[in-house]
């Protein structure tokens, strides 16, 4: 077929059978949440481009490399969200939510664009659940935040997954930590990319996300975060290692974590999957006590995380989760003749006013081929009208998988009488 065009490299469509696994995850995802007190929000898909140059860091990846920006027809510079924190804080901010009783819970599902090499598990248009606690600076926010992502991924059967924890301190430890590598990196500079030589000088912290095999062994000998923490940092951090043990969630301690994003703080963590011997970090997270500053708020210290819906599903389908169908009609109605056509339409609204799923005939197809229609869609009963049924008021109902049939009136009784059918045989 000579369609004119094909789908964006690194974007998918989700097919109606994909569709459903999406919703049954999506909808864990939020009950399970909504049980720890998180809201929804939904934030533009486009935001002002200083929004993420000024969060995510015009050093990162993400900012440098990654964003899909452009000029709008006002000619202001715009970008397609790369990730959500940095929008539902601008929301925040601009509608005053912050003056609401602390913390703001908030939950979303978004899209999300990064100009990414695409691979397995890694594409240019992926879809985020991410959770913001906002106004809580206490260690206790950061446990129930990641108590949250531990029961989400409980309850959607991920084995396998470990939560892997760091501190990256606050701008104050930074600062001695930087001078630490900036030292460390220039001994090497000769062999680092041109990028991470710019970074090393505005950012060297920037250097680890670097995807160069060179500049990575580079980074193996490169001084540890944890052992330039304060001392207000690090009793942040042995205080969640305390609590992680006393909610009986195992973790490792990883100092290469530094998260690829500008924004954090003190605590970040990922749960991470090994599938076929690589390592997928299915949720990424971390406290930024300081961006509602940065973005010219007030002081808002907040934690948060982002899972990614394709690479969750990408999981449970290797470990062979289990997902319903989509759903197939209770009933086909397949009118014969002109007199049947409106009944068939009324008697298919009474059917689903009454949240069954029926369907009827809008291709004009003979009654042959609307039989057959109606076993490749599955439908579990068949009702055939035509003049005979509509002059007596009664029909035949027919139970596709045994032929058994059952009659019903055409009448105030059809609704009362289908549902008898459907609930003897439920208990059959
Ligand atoms: P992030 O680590 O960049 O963090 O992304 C979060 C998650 O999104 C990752 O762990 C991964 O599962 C998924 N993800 C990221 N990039 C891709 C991609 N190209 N293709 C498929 N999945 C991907 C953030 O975005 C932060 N906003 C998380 C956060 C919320 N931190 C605090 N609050």
């Given amino acids: 077929m000579n369609i004119i065009t094909k789908r964006i490299r690194g974007m998918q469509d989700v097919l109606p059978q994909e569709s459903k696994e999406w919703e049954t995850v999506e909808k864990i995802m939020k009950e399970e949440a909504e049980l720890y007190g998180f809201k929804s929000i939904r934030t533009p898909i486009l935001e002002h481009t200083e929004l993420f140059e000024r969060s995510v860091g015009d050093t990162s990846d993400v900012v440098e490399k990654e964003m899909y920006t452009f000029n709008d027809k006002g000619n202001r510079s715009v970008t397609l969200r790369p990730e959500g924190t940095a929008g539902v804080l601008r929301a925040v901010l601009e509608n005053g939510l912050h003056n609401n009783p602390l913390p703001l819970k908030l939950m979303y599902v978004s899209s999300c664009y990064r100009y990414e090499k695409p691979q397995s598990g890694r594409y240019r248009e992926f879809f985020q659940f991410g959770l913001e606690i906002i106004g809580a600076s206490d260690v206790l926010a950061d446990i129930q935040l990641i108590c949250t992502a531990d029961s989400i991924l409980k309850r959607l059967g991920i084995n396998s997954v470990s939560l892997e924890i760091n501190s990256i301190g606050c701008p104050c430890c930074r600062k001695k930590f930087n001078e630490a590598l900036k030292n460390y990196f220039e001994i090497h500079s000769s062999k680092l990319c041109q990028t991470c030589k710019d970074r090393l000088y505005r950012n ?184 005979e049924e509509i002059q007596s008021g009664k029909a035949k109902i027919k139970e596709m998988k045994n032929s058994k049939e059952y009659e019903i009136f055409l009448n105030e009784n059809f609704i009362n009488n289908f549902l008898d059918i459907q609930f003897k045989n439920y208990n059959i």
């Fill in 204 to 387: 060297p912290m920037r250097i680890f996300d670097c995807k160069n095999p060179e500049c990575g062994e580079i980074c193996k000998g490169a001084p540890v975060i944890l052992d330039y923490i304060c001392e207000k940092c690090s009793s942040h951090f042995e205080k969640l290692k305390t609590l992680l043990k006393s909610v009986k969630i195992n973790y490792k301690i990883n100092p290469e974590i530094v998260r690829g994003l500008d924004y954090y703080s003190k605590t970040v963590f990922e749960f991470v999957c090994n599938i076929d011997g690589t390592n997928l970090t299915l949720c990424g997270g971390g406290r930024y006590d300081d961006l509602s500053e940065i973005l010219g708020g007030p002081s808002l210290p907040a934690i948060g995380f982002g899972m990614g819906i394709e690479r969750i599903l990408m999981v449970m389908k290797k470990q062979n989760a289990f997902f319903e169908k989509p759903s197939s009609p209770e009933i086909y109605i397949a009118p014969l003749g002109e007199k049947a056509v409106p009944k068939a339409l009324e008697l298919c609204e009474i059917l689903r006013r009454s949240s069954i799923f029926a369907e009827t005939d809008i291709m004009n197809r003979n009654l042959k081929s609307q039989m057959k229609y109606a076993d490749k869609i599955n439908s579990r009963y068949t009702l055939v009208l035509g003049d």
